[in-house]
């Protein structure tokens, strides 16, 4: 198995002893086939105990590992040393504030995401011993893509309207309302609308694209933003100035 | 310290904790629930869930045959009142999910589709692609959204129960941002904390799967059920221990030796069903204990594929084709090509038995109950059992449901049972023991032993001796130095002394839960003197129903290996019989 010497930069912060973030260097022997949260992993168990970062699967599913590599944003587990030179940058998503090294604060996106009401408000009301409600395969595909999000964040980081507008609701949280909007079983999209409409809603999105590009499961946030972008200008229309037209 | 004072804690918010806490939301608007995890609730490992949720829910399928699948598939070692309790819930469970939004694949008419599965006689598995835990755990998240109620503590990590008067009113749990230790009064706990497949080196377990969970009952009391049973999925991928699902097999997918033959069939579970065409509850769709078995007696032969991770068999996809592997395992078709290079369209991929799942842990009872009054157990943490001796692939996630809501009704009864007022003065004083617990833990200095040093002994031990086949001599020899490791881990010294977001210290805090929980395993497994589902004995090849017939109870001794004791399995109507996967008989 070829072994290739790799120089691991790691943004490193501890905010009850350094005024300000550094970066540290560890030299790892990594496998050609590992990916840089195995890297990380070994510095953790052999080079420096005091590392501090989120992992769990291992199988990108989980979305703890969202990082910059390179500058990138990437899931750790997901990002293979094969793709890298020798030497490679591991810092903390860009546009969340440093808890601590590459841990960052997430309450503002969970937060986002609860506020767009993502669960299913039923068109009509069925108990459960009435079965399922139907749903075709071509229904379901219509937002199936939209479900497949693991909340890992990389889109906010790529997103440079989060950035400057941190009020922006963004791209995950958009595109979950969207999918609760698009499936046959719901009937809630005027509750969502309230929410998305609003000036941190949709209206920010400057349609660089660059989260969909980012996103590592195919997701495309950009596609729901633009598709809720138009179905609001619709709604405005409608409401504003043919008001006799009901939504 | 600070004191949140809630009616219901909930320790785990993975898809046990969150139905936990949903049903207890939805029963009673008024209850304060305190839901308490180490990580963001969709980061539990039951994301990590592929192949599906058994119910019963078409008309060729029946009742009867799902608990005659699970109860012989555990080997008998199921409890079986709770199996028809369970079964009969199992449909209303996934079809509130479906209501809840849940994206469950489907049948052209927009009915629920079912795959099949190892072990079941008929197609009863419902599944969304290959991501059906995924799914299971984000609609159960985005859900829970809805309830004001439920008061989450993401981020917190449980340390210690409180318990006084007889009763759990409980816990301590460190606010991981802050380093803060918390104390959580509650009339009544219940955990939901997952399992402890990293105990093993080669495991389908994301790290947060530490038995921490267990660790907490058991040091407080409660004994662990069943714990020498842990399950081997036959299929991993060699590297990295990541699954391909049972879904793979179950769409049609084949197992290989070296020499190209299909070699189930030479372990009682052919004749040889045609290729494409899976027959139920034969060949590649036998139990998970046979199958990983299989791969033991191929290895021994010299019949496995070598690779650059070990010993490999084949599971070849080839055959159904691009389209049906999109449609239907286009996850596992990423995952392979990602993380081992290998495209399951164009090429079989090498495989191997890799450990997925706990049978056994906290010891309740059909009402998700511990011993201890005040304390309830749900999902995988929990051993009711309805798994018995080998778990059937996809009765896990429903098992999160069905238990999860149950463990909710039954600790509201026990609150409205009205509980007496408690020593708030005896509770601060067990808090404060626990702080001064993790406290000791900074202060070693010049401590010999390292976390990855002793962790990684623990699992070697673990690989080595409480593997797919045991012996009497090995599992002797693994207890000694279980014990031993837990001596030692007292010598473990923290490099890291900050407050803010220390895995140094979670990390220690989870070996110490992992040692207790692998002592457990490995005491019960010695004592076992018999082979039975997926613990299997070299020394002692049979069942033995007269001596074993029964779950094994593992008390905790603070300076001694466990107590066991034994506890009948609850017979109602299936006497232990043969388990029978070869098509020719039927
Ligand atoms: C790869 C894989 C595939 C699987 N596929 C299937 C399948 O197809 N069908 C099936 O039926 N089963 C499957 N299983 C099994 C099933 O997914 C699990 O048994 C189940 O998801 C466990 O759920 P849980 O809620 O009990 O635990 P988890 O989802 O693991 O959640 C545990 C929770 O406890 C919390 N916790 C743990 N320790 C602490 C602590 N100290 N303090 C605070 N919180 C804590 C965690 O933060 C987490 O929220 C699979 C398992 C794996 C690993
Ligand atoms: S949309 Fe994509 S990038 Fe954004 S959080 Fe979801 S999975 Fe991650
Ligand atoms: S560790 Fe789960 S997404 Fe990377």
Redesign the interface.
Known sequence: MSERQIQLEVLRYNPETDSEPRLQTYSVPCLNEWVVLDALNYVKDNLDTTLSYRWSCHMAVCGSCGMMINGEPKLACKAFIREYADQIRVEPLANFPIERDLVTAVEDFIAKLASVKPYLIPKEDKPIEAGEFKQTPTELKKYKQYTLCINCMLCYAACPQYGLVPEFLGPAAIALAHRYNQDSRDGGRDQRQEVIASHEGVWECSFVGACSEVCPKHVDPAGALQQVKIASTIDWYKEHLMPWVKK | MEIIKADVAIVGAGGAGLRTAIALAEADPKLRIALISK??P????T??AEGGAAGVIKSDDSMTDHFNDTVGGGDWLCDQDAVDFFIAEAP?EL??L????C????E?????AVRPFGGMKNKRTWYAAD?SG??IL?TLF??S??YPTIQRF?EYFATDLLVDDGRCQGLTAIAM?TGQMTQFQAGAVIITAGGAGRMFPFTTN???KTGDGMALAYRAGVPLKDMEFVQYHPTGLP??G?LLTEGCRGEGGILVNKDGRRYLQDYGMGPESPIGQPVLKTMELGPRDRLSQAFWHEQRKGNTVQT?WGDCVLLDMRHLGEKKINERLP?VRD?SI??L?VDPVKDPVPIRPVVHYMMGGIHTDINAATPLPGLFAAGECACVSINGANRLGSNSLTELLVFGRQAALSAMAYLESGASPSNDAALAAQAGEAQARITSLFAKSGGAE???GLRKEMMDLMEEHAGIYRTGEGLAAACDKIFELRQRYADIE???K???????LV?ALELGAMLDCAEAVTVGARDRKESRGAHQRLDFTERDDQTYLKHSLAYYQPKEPPHIDYLDVVITKSQPGVRDYSGAKK
């Open positions: 990580v963001y969709m980061r539990s490992h994301c990590a209303k079809m509130q479906e209501h809840w939004g994206p469950w694949s489907r052209p008419d927009g009915s629920v991501k995924f799914h984000h985005q859900t959204l809805k993401d941002m994301g790290a947060i590297n990295t990541i650059r996850f995952l990602s993380y290079s390292t976390l990855s923290l490099h890291d900050s407050n803010v977001y220390n895995t140094d990390q």
